[in-house]
């Protein structure tokens, strides 16, 4: 069997605990995420709406668009193109405010986005995901052997980020000493933990790993550069400050691959090529993200 094929065939092992670690971690990590923002965080969109509407803009309808187009052009196997079309439609990861901050961007904008993409991801990352993979046949062959039940998928998505960004607003409004105490524990121990379970889920798949990172690491590398460079020319060709040029590549190039994964393991039975691409983001995007916050802060 063709390797790239056979992609489409194989699961990873993921055990039911190891699920529920992952749903709990991702909890946590958004309700770290939240206790940064405030009722007044929303307000400063409503008075800044330019780079705000650009930020929705890239992430959510550009991304996708470039995501569909580049699976014309790469024709992935149909599982990770799947994952691909996954990947893009999740809200923004939970170290861009990091990374934003670090590439001295627009720190309140990335903060504003990505609470405000995390909630309206509870909708949009079901409908785009169903969107764009419905348009590429392959794909949409694939989801119709698979029966993905879309209510369940949006309940599972509200309640893994819905849930946790309430609570981290109401506590950041009416607990902020304690709000800030557990945001400077939970900041870096979110991405700890996000490691974490990228480490379980090459921990149990090794093997598998092994055989077929140097056919995705191609794949995500490429997405990855559309990502960084939807955003980063969105920002450019709209004449926005540096700052919020700088927050919107970000924003746009890291994914919550994490609620990806959470998916996956949900809804497609680990499906090979969706998860071997998923996690790969996960891993791939710090290093991107990291590598272009160094290179951005010496420049104001």
Known sequence: ?????????????????????????????????????????????????????LGVFSQFILLPFLTWCLVLIMKPPPSVALGMFLVAACPGGNVSNFLSSLAKGNTALSVSLTGFSSIISIVSTPLNFALWAGFYAPTSNLLREISLDYTDAFTTVALILGIPLILGIITHNYAPALAEKAS???????????????????????????????????????????????????????????????TMTIETGIQNSGLGLVLIFTYFDGLGGMAIITAWWGIWHLISGMTIASLWKSKV
Do not use: C
């Not at 194989?10 to 770290?32: E, H, K, R, T, V």
């Not at 923002?37 to 929303?42: G, M, Q, T, V």
């Not at 995705?216 to 926005?240: D, E, P």
């Open 184 to 246: 400077r524990i939970l900041k870096p121990l979110s991405i700890l933990i996000f490691a974490a379970f990228v480490v379980i889920a090459f921990a149990g798949n090794f093997d598998l790993f092994t055989k077929y990172i140097s056919l995705i690491f191609l794949w995500v590398l490429a997405h990855n550069f559309v990502a960084l460079g939807s955003g980063f020319l969105t920002g450019k060709l709209f004449k926005l400050p540096l700052a919020d040029v700088k």
């Open 1 to 53: 069997m063709n390797p790239s094929t056979e992609l489409d065939s194989i699961q990873l092992n993921f055990s039911p605990s190891d699920l529920l670690l992952l749903n709990l971690a991702l909890a946590l990590i958004m309700y770290g995420v939240a206790l940064d923002l405030r009722f007044e965080d929303f307000k400063y969109l409503a008075k800044n709406p330019k780079g705000f509407f």
